[in-house]
């Protein structure tokens, strides 16, 4: 898995998911100034402890091919992502906000995800998941609500064209 040259590598750290999953995440990010992230990936190779029966249970109602794994995805848009990120502390997104926040950085406000969801095993205990996060400029016309907006429905146009930022600058080669 490799990143567009603007991305740098910030860092890595597994954490325990409510005593449920383990998960080791990485972070790319590309920054318009030293703290302002832009856009990002947050990689995130997870899977379920064997003290319990659990499963992914992805509903692939949209996919995408990104070399050669299909990705169950979809695009969502927040006012203020950063503050949805740590609503629970115990989150995979709270441990990567602190990652972040180590580095001096923090998720952008007003932003767009593209979540990628890879089921690498037949019993759907394992996942690569994909997070790629665009920073909204002021004035842009993509929907925003507090709860969140599923540009899939509301703006598919919009959710396209976050779909192909996120595959324009991660290229995936199978082993």
């Known amino acids: 898995?490799?990143?567009?040259?603007?991305?740098?590598?910030?860092?890595?750290?597994?954490v325990n998911l409510y005593g449920n999953a383990e998960a080791e995440q990485h972070l790319f990010v590309k920054t318009e100034s030293r703290d302002a992230l832009e856009r990002f990936y947050w990689v995130q190779f997870e899977q379920f402890?064997?003290?319990?029966?659990?499963?992914?249970?992805?509903?692939?109602?949209r996919t995408t091919d990104i070399g050669g794994l299909q990705f169950i995805y979809d695009a969502k848009s927040w006012p203020d992502y950063a503050a949805m990120q740590i609503e629970d502390p115990a989150s995979d997104g709270a441990a990567v906000a602190h990652l972040l926040s180590q580095h001096g950085l923090a998720f952008p406000?007003?932003?767009v995800r593209v979540r990628?969801?890879?089921?690498?095993?037949?019993?759907?205990?394992?996942?690569?998941?994909?997070?790629?996060?665009e920073a909204l400029p002021e004035g842009s016309q993509v929907p925003v609500?507090?709860?969140?907006?599923?540009?899939?429905?509301?703006s598919p146009d919009s959710a396209r064209t976050f779909l192909n930022n996120a595959r324009k600058d991660l290229h995936i080669v199978k082993p």
Do not use: C, S, W
């Open 116 to 133: 990628m969801f890879h089921l690498p095993t037949p019993d759907r205990r394992a996942e690569l998941m994909i997070i790629y996060g």
């Open 1 to 14: 898995m490799t990143f567009g040259k603007d991305f740098r590598y910030v860092g890595g750290q597994k």
């Open 49 to 61: 402890l064997p003290t319990n029966t659990y499963t992914y249970d992805y509903h692939p109602d």
């Open 145 to 154: 609500r507090k709860e969140g907006v599923a540009l899939d429905t509301e």
């Open 109 to 111: 406000k007003r932003a």
